[in-house]
């Protein structure tokens, strides 16, 4: 089964890829990382995010990069998020997650793009989103406790600008796939969350067996 889980920022689309990855025990790739492995190449490297090219030269990162905790930083996902609306970039890195996602047994993606361009033929797909300030607030608390020291106020502006960059973008966009279920989890507790998440994924892949 291919479980497509897409969302904007913060929005806890991470979290529940995670947990569906664990009730259905199947692997998880979480797609934003290889933009942030680009995005950290490019600084590490001192080249031009807004240029393309200096941006595909860092999409042959080294793979360890991957396991980086500073992939995690704001900075880096705001320039991850310059790096990927680079065409050339998006197009260096399609054939990884495809395959990843069509590997034997199914896996579970989560990104911007997975239900729309990744995997269209997933078997389950979930739109998961919140509100700006509530996705602030959560990501702010996740920062502060990781000893980031960043305002509130930042973390919003920097998430809008974020949404802005990602849903404008000329190439795959953020956008909802037409039959992607949506999940608002403003006002849901994560476990309340993933237990909605698990309910539309086995509704989803029911129907498309043609069980009732
Ligand atoms: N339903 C929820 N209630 C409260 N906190 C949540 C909920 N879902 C996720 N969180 C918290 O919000 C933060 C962002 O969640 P998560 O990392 O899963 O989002 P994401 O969409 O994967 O983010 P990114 O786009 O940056 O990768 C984390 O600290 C997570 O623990
Ligand atoms: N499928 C994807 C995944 C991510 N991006 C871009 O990377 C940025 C960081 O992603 P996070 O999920 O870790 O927040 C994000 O802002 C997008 O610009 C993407 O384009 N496609």
Do not use: W
């Not at 995005?39 to 990069?65: G, I, M, N, S």
């Not at 989103?129 to 959560?138: G, N, S």
């Not at 949404?163 to 279920?181: E, Y």
């Not at 989890?185 to 998440?197: F, G, P, Q």
């Amino acid at each position: 089964m291919i479980i497509a889980v897409d969302g904007p920022a913060a929005s806890g689309k991470g979290t529940i890829a995670r947990a569906l990855a664990r009730h259905f025990n199947l692997p998880h790739l979480d797609t934003g990382l290889l933009y942030r492995a680009v995005a950290h190449t490019v600084r590490r490297l001192e080249l031009d995010p807004t240029k393309e090219a200096d941006a595909v030269a860092a999409c042959d990162f080294d793979e360890l990069t991957l396991a980086d905790p500073g992939l995690r930083d704001d900075e880096v996902g705001q320039m991850a998020s310059v790096v990927s609306a680079h065409p050339l970039v998006r197009a260096a890195l399609l054939a990884r997650q495809k395959r990843f996602a069509h590997q034997p047994g199914g896996a579970v993606l989560d990104g911007r793009d997975i239900g729309t361009v990744i995997a269209p033929d997933a078997d389950a797909k979930l739109f998961v989103k919140a509100t700006a300030p509530v996705r602030a607030r959560r990501r702010h608390n996740e920062l502060l406790s990781r000893g980031k020291a960043i305002t509130y106020e930042q973390v919003l502006a920097d998430i809008r600008d974020r949404d802005a960059r990602d849903s404008h973008r000329s190439t795959a966009p953020l956008a909802q796939a037409a039959d992607a279920a949506p999940l608002d989890t403003s006002n849901l507790s994560i476990e309340a969350a993933v237990e909605r998440a698990i309910s539309l994924v086995e509704g989803q892949a029911r129907g498309k067996r043609g069980v009732a």
